[in-house]
C-alpha cells in the first residue's frame, strides 16, 4: 500500500476528515487539503499526527506528498 493509499484509509477508517481533524487535533481544512491530494504531510506534521495517535506509522506518512496544483 503507497502512502497516499494508507492516509486515504486512515481518514476512511475514523470518521472522514472531520474525524481525523478532531483524532489529530488539527485544523479541518489542513486534514481536507492533505486528503484532496493538495497538501502534503511534512516532518513536523507527522510528529504532531503520531504524538497524538501513536498507531499511525510515521514512516508511510512522510511519504504522503501533494499530488494536484492548488486550483
Known sequence: MDARAY???YVDRNG???GVADRLA???QTIAS??????GIGQKLVERFV???????????IWVRASREAA
Open 34 to 39: 492533505i486528503t484532496s491530494g493538495h497538501r
Open 51 to 61: 504524538a497524538r495517535d501513536p498507531l499511525l506509522d510515521p514512516n508511510k506518512l
Open 7 to 9: 492516509w486515504n484509509e
Open 16 to 18: 472522514g476528515v472531520k
Open 26 to 28: 488539527t485544523p479541518y
